[in-house]
């Protein structure tokens, strides 16, 4: 599943880079060459980073 569109990144790209090091979601984004865009994914990501992955965070996304 995608968590931001804008760019393509999805929930393995940002567990991914969570493992890497990442501890911020311009840092997850920066890590497959990307950045901000409209920034609705930010939130998500963060919780991602906060809960020690996307496996474990609670999807913000109404429908999957």
């Given at each position: 599943?995608?968590?931001?569109?804008?760019?393509?990144?999805?929930?393995?790209?940002?567990?991914?880079?969570?493992?890497?090091?990442?501890?911020?979601?311009?840092q997850?984004?920066?890590?497959h060459?990307?950045?901000?865009?409209?920034g609705?994914?930010?939130?998500?990501?963060?919780?991602?980073?906060?809960?020690?992955?996307?496996?474990?965070?609670?999807?913000?996304?109404?429908?999957?």
């Open positions: 599943m995608y968590v931001c569109n804008c760019n393509g990144v999805t929930r393995a790209e940002v567990d991914e880079a969570i493992t890497a090091g990442a501890l911020a979601p311009e997850v984004l920066a890590h060459g990307c950045e901000p865009c409209c609705q994914c930010l939130p998500e990501i963060a919780e991602g980073i906060t809960c020690g992955g996307m496996g474990k965070a609670r999807s913000l996304v109404a429908a999957e």
